[in-house]
């Protein structure tokens, strides 16, 4: 099936700190959503990236999609406690079926006050 | 509007029990997915199903089934439980499928002991 590899798998920073979660995959993407998980919590809907190359922004998190649509990356500038928890992508691949979306394992984000 | 509920929320089970686990989706939305969180394996998707039929199923063993009732509230039924069914169940509600937004329900933490 579809594999799509997230990296890194934990990330360290001090408050204030950049933050960075990479999405890479094998084949084309369709498009790719973004969730965040706080710790004990559920999956919540951050964005979807659907053109090449697209660029998001909310607030402190930039979203972005790899030109050759085979990756996507959120960044968070200036990181605060209410960021921790795990980010993960979720790939979409043209013609649908069980692999047609696929989760990341996530990174998660440990902040140091 | 209500989000997500899953009932129950907590569970506790033995070795060869079957359980169901239910889900009420956000009103107006016909697509339901069942996804299984596990620390080792991420969000692995069981199946979606909308306006009562099934539309993808996962790599999971025919133990795992669904439905999804004309009200569009949808339940899980995972039969002769193994060890290694321990594990967050999470289902998800969308208005058109799980290729768009999808709204996360807090979950039912199932335990095979």
């Known amino acids: 099936g579809q594999q799509v590899m997230q990296i890194p798998q934990y990330q360290h920073v001090q408050e204030g700190e950049d933050f960075t979660t990479y999405c890479n995959s094998s084949t084309t993407l369709s498009n790719i959503q973004w969730y965040k998980q706080r710790p004990g919590g559920h999956p919540v809907f951050l964005i979807q990236l659907v053109k090449s190359g697209e660029v998001k922004k909310q607030k402190r998190l930039t979203f972005q999609f790899g030109e050759a649509k085979k990756n996507s990356s959120l960044h968070i500038t200036a990181t605060q406690t209410t960021d921790v928890g795990t980010y993960f992508c979720a790939a979409m691949y043209s013609g649908g079926g069980a692999d047609g979306l696929t989760f990341g394992k996530g990174t998660h984000l440990i902040i140091q006050p | 509007k209500a989000g997500v509920t899953q009932t129950p929320r907590y569970l506790i089970k033995t070795r060869g029990q079957q359980v169901t686990l239910s889900c009420s989706p956000i009103s107006g939305h016909r697509s339901v997915s069942w996804y299984q969180q596990t620390p080792g394996q991420g969000l692995q998707f069981l199946f979606e199903?909308?306006?009562?039929?099934?539309?993808n199923k996962g790599n999971f063993p025919g133990r795992f089934s669904g439905r999804q009732f004309s009200n569009s509230r949808s339940e899980m039924n995972v039969s002769t439980l193994e060890l290694g069914d321990s594990a967050l169940y999470l289902c998800?509600?969308?208005?058109?499928?799980?290729?768009?937004?999808?709204?996360f329900g807090p979950g039912t933490r199932l335990t095979v002991l």
């Open positions: 199903y909308f306006s009562e039929t099934q539309r």
């Open positions: 998800a509600s969308s208005l058109l499928g799980r290729y768009n937004e999808q709204f």
